[in-house]
């Protein structure tokens, strides 16, 4: 079985320009969770998504927004890409909220901005 | 969520247990210990997880401390694909967020 798939894996953007990143959650999986990792430091967590609705929101600006589509996906939408958004992006993937087995991540996508 | 502490690096020898520990004093009855690793240049790795008993999977095995304050992440023969970042997570069973809080972890270096 597919894993949790990201896509792109790399990216190039200008700051001021905007950025929508994608995920495939694992098949069944209802949950879908965003993190964002800059370098040296341990995921933050950005948005939880569960059946299509938000169920949690971590200390990102307004730029930053997601949403899950019928079919579970995900995409994370950044406007106005600034230097600091420069990082790694993480989808983990899970059945239901409470994960108790556990996220799958994805190998993520790797953002820089210039 | 209550809060951890893990030492910043450790090193182990190929073929000997390594042994994590994590400091979670604030822990509350509902909370449970996760560990997850991450290899250089990947996703977050789930490892294991435990509310008041050892646990033991294919992959390590958690010990808690009675008092639930402390665990230890235990791996029996490392290798050297077990070189990673280890991160233990404290997580509320019944809130209604259930986000991961990663700290920085401790960088576990397996040498040949």
């Known amino acids: 079985d597919a894993g949790v798939t990201q896509s792109p894996t790399h990216l190039i953007k200008t700051r001021g320009q905007h950025v929508t990143l994608r995920c495939s959650p694992i098949?069944?999986?209802?949950?879908v969770s965003w993190y964002q990792q800059v370098l040296g430091q341990g995921p933050q967590f950005i948005f939880q998504?569960?059946?299509?609705?938000?169920?949690g929101r971590g200390n990102f600006p307004d730029r930053f927004s997601a949403r899950q589509f019928p079919n579970y996906s995900s995409e994370l939408n950044v406007n106005a890409l600034l230097l600091g958004d420069s990082a790694l992006y993480l989808c983990?993937?899970?059945?239901?909220?409470?994960?108790?087995?556990?996220?799958?991540f994805g190998s993520g996508t790797r953002l820089t901005v210039v | 969520d209550a809060k951890t502490t893990q030492p910043p690096s450790m090193d182990c020898a190929e073929g000997r247990a390594a042994n994590l520990p994590c400091n979670h004093s604030?822990?509350?009855?509902?909370?449970?210990v996760y560990w997850y690793r991450q290899i250089h240049s990947q996703g977050p790795q789930y490892i294991i997880h435990?509310?008041?008993n050892n646990e033991t999977n294919e992959m390590a095995s958690l010990i808690i401390t009675e008092d639930r304050k402390s665990s230890t992440l235990i791996l029996p023969h490392a290798t050297l694909r077990d070189t990673a970042v280890y991160y233990c997570?404290?997580?509320?069973?019944?809130?209604?967020?259930?986000?991961?809080?990663f700290g920085k972890g401790t960088l576990l270096t397996v040498n040949p």
């Open positions: 983990a993937s899970s059945f239901n909220r409470e994960a108790l087995y556990g996220y799958t």
């Open positions: 098949s069944g999986h209802k949950s």
């Open positions: 998504y569960y059946e299509k609705e938000e169920r």
């Open positions: 604030t822990i509350s009855g509902n909370e449970y």
């Open positions: 435990g509310l008041k």
């Open positions: 997570i404290v997580l509320n069973s019944g809130g209604s967020n259930y986000k991961l809080t």
